[in-house]
């Protein structure tokens, strides 16, 4: 008989400025929303399967300061709102944040993902100028 242990070890860095008390990036809460449970429902799943979970006290912290709605990060403040609302600089933080994802695994998985991230491009130096064809519809979906 073969004994097999699974150690699952959760972290992420601290993403809030204490100065400010900024969210910097999102990755807490995106895999809070997915990736977190993700894993745990598996387990669920495929009882009588076990594994231990690790979590690190920062992200714990985070997640449950998010959970108490005492912090949103830029991101997120920005996708609630709506596109016709946006500021210029708010769209070029959706050009620049919105496509941080591996483009064969998690953009153009999805068509309508992968095209808007064609229409951005890959030169910064031109998002001042793309974001003026991204139009409301086109935001919304980002």
Same mark, same amino acid.
């Given at each position: ?38 894993? *745990? ?25 998010? *959970? ?10 920005? *996708? ?20 941080? *994802? ?6 153009? #998985? ?14 910064? #130096?031109?998002?001042?100028?793309? #974001? ?11």
């Amino acid at each position: 008989m073969i004994h097999l242990a699974f150690l699952w070890h959760m972290h992420q860095p601290y993403y809030r400025d204490h100065a400010t008390g900024e969210t910097l990036f999102p990755w807490v809460r995106l895999h809070g929303t997915k990736d977190y449970y993700g894993m *745990a429902a598996l387990l669920r799943e495929r009882a009588p399967l076990k594994a231990t979970f690790n979590w690190v006290p920062c992200l714990v912290e985070q997640l449950q300061a998010f *959970a108490r709605g005492e912090v949103e990060d830029r991101s997120l403040q920005i *996708a609630r709102k709506h596109p016709d609302a946006l500021e210029e600089d708010e769209i070029l933080y959706m050009l620049r944040a919105f496509f941080r *994802a591996n483009r064969e695994q998690m953009i153009y #998985a999805y068509p309508r993902y992968g095209e808007l991230f064609d229409k951005r491009g890959d030169d910064p #130096a031109r998002f001042r100028r793309t #974001a003026r064809d991204f139009s409301t519809e086109d935001l919304r979906d980002l």
